[in-house]
């Protein structure tokens, strides 16, 4: 009588197979799997708590002491990226408004900001993009020049060579290192030298510029074999064409829709991922062409449930180990300004979730050797010879790094959240009583609330949270010609998936 499936809230109905919430939790096939809370996988960036006669302190970056009670005490993460060398070592690094950091050995965080030239001034709102070529780490953001670091090298950034302009995003194409949103000319993408991330100069080496004469500022740069350009209302392809003065040639391969948030933009393998003025959407690097997610799911509901007006500070991050994107908004019940909630999509089977965390930044995954964008060359992400958790992709380290208000590099991988779902209505010929619901799920730390009633119309009111008895069935009573229920998995509750329920019930009137 109460249905089960999916998280469609799109699709609310009657007997409709869907869930209409499903929160803290990861979709799966024919049910849903636990989130995991954020476990510190590093120290907190930037600060060092130390305790001495005087009390507890903070010790900032430049060696100075805050108090506890300074109104400062919090440094943000804007923006992250973890890089895998050659060898196979991964490098993590972060940037935050003042400095640039490294993931130490230790899991603490070493501060590599340039050593002339003071902290940088990353402006309020904005954040910092990370870009490799070759060993070469670089670091974007739209106030300060472009830094470089060499991996295995360097112990500073430093100001990357050759006069580039300052830019809110990066990638590489082949082997030329773009930069886009530029500083005073957001319609202008300038890529380096040949070869060469250190020459700027237009004209030589084959660096140049492309000026775009409509579809808006360019918002977001895709980077491979073949170059995209995300504008404000159009995408923009770019392919390199040897010994020709153009260098590169540009086609128009979409219009009418284009970025609207511009760290939401994330790739994976042949597809990138974004979002829209209207959603979401997967758009093909070999077919140039997109299609929109969650429609008839949970499109429609996103674009309810995001904040109206901050579009621009979604961010998203992929876990290829887990296989699901992230993306962090502003929700509209929310009164601040943070990223309270997480749209969770697997793309493997085209369903999500949400989740109520709190997060400043997810890290960027650049590789080199094997990467995601050359794992192909092995099959598909189903047929690779090593599962995606295995040290010769990632260096024995997990790749999406949350961080949260704490200022620390964490892992949705702690103790589980509280699991909660609410069904859609379910009916039967006649009415009924419902005598106890038995849900599908390896634990019994689990809550169910039955609502029953009698006509759609009729406000919906939910019965008390009743616990599972020694039977497996948890007693929650309830009586009418449309029922629907919300579950609940505790919090640190130990289990792996939920795919269902089964109901024990009699006709209204019969034998109870």
């Known amino acids: ?39 510190a996988g590093s120290g907190q960036l930037g600060y060092e708590f130390v305790t001495d006669s005087g009390g507890d302190y903070l ?19 804007e923006g992250a990226a973890v890089v895998i060398d050659d060898g196979g070592t991964v490098h993590t690094f972060a940037g935050t408004r003042a400095d640039l950091w490294k993931l130490e050995s230790t899991a603490e965080w070493a501060n590599v900001t340039r050593a002339s030239g003071g902290d940088y001034g990353a402006g309020f709102g904005e954040r910092w993009q990370f870009g490799v070529s070759g060993g070469l780490v670089i670091a974007c953001t739209i106030a300060e020049p472009p830094q470089k670091f060499l991996l295995n090298t360097s112990t500073n950034f430093e100001d990357l060579g050759g006069t580039p302009p300052q830019a809110r995003y990066i990638t590489t194409v082949r082997d030329f290192v773009v930069l886009g949103g530029l500083d005073g000319d957001e319609l202008t993408i300038h890529w380096s030298g040949l070869g060469n991330p250190e020459h700027w100069t237009a004209g030589a080496q084959s660096s140049d510029t492309q000026t775009f004469q409509n579809g808006g500022p360019v918002r977001g740069l895709v980077g491979g074999e073949t170059g995209y350009v995300f504008q404000a209302e159009k995408v923009q392809r770019m392919i390199y064409v040897p010994g020709s003065e153009f260098i590169f040639q540009f086609d128009e391969v979409e219009g009418g829709r284009g970025l609207a948030a511009p760290y939401s933009l994330v790739k994976l393998g042949n597809d990138a991922y974004y979002l ?59 009164i601040g300004s943070s990223l309270n909630r997480l749209l969770i999509y ?94 599908h799920v390896d634990t019994r730390s689990v809550t169910i609330e039955v609502a029953g009633r009698e006509a759609e119309g009729d406000t919906v009111t939910y019965g008390p949270a009743e616990a599972m008895a020694d039977t497996g069935v948890v007693p929650a009573w309830s009586s009418g010609f449309l029922a629907r229920a919300r579950i609940k998995v505790a919090a640190g509750a130990t289990w792996s998936k939920l795919t269902g329920l089964t ?10």
């Open 346 to 439: 697997d793309w493997a089977i085209d369903e999500a979730s949400t989740a109520d965390v709190t997060v400043t930044a997810l890290s960027q995954i650049l590789t080199q050797g094997v990467t995601l964008d050359t794992m192909d060359s092995f099959g598909t992400l189903d047929a690779l010879p090593f599962s995606l958790d295995s040290p010769a992709w990632r260096g024995g380290a997990s790749l999406l790094g949350v961080f949260g208000t704490d200022g620390a590099m964490s892992f949705l991988d702690g103790d589980a959240l509280e699991a909660s779902f609410e069904t859609n209505d379910g009916t039967a010929p006649q009415r009924v009583v419902i005598k106890g619901i038995r849900p």
């Open 503 to 512: 109901l024990t019930h009699v006709s209204s009137g019969g034998n109870r």
């Open 1 to 39: 009588m109460i249905p089960f499936g999916p998280w469609h809230p799109d699709k609310s109905g009657v007997n409709i197979p869907a869930v209409t919430g499903a929160k803290n939790c990861i979709p799966a096939v024919n049910g849903f799997r636990p989130l995991g809370e954020l476990a």
């Open 59 to 77: 010790i900032d970056s430049d060696g100075s002491y805050l108090t506890l009670s300074s109104s400062d005490t919090t440094v943000t993460c």
């Open 276 to 334: 829209a003025a209207d959603g979401f959407y997967k758009f093909s690097l070999g077919g140039a062409a997109s299609q929109p997610l969650g429609v008839g799911k949970w499109s429609k509901w996103f674009v309810d449930d995001i904040k109206a007006g901050t579009e621009s500070v979604v961010i998203g991050g992929v876990d290829p180990i887990n296989r699901y994107i992230i993306w962090a908004y502003n929700s509209r019940d929310n």
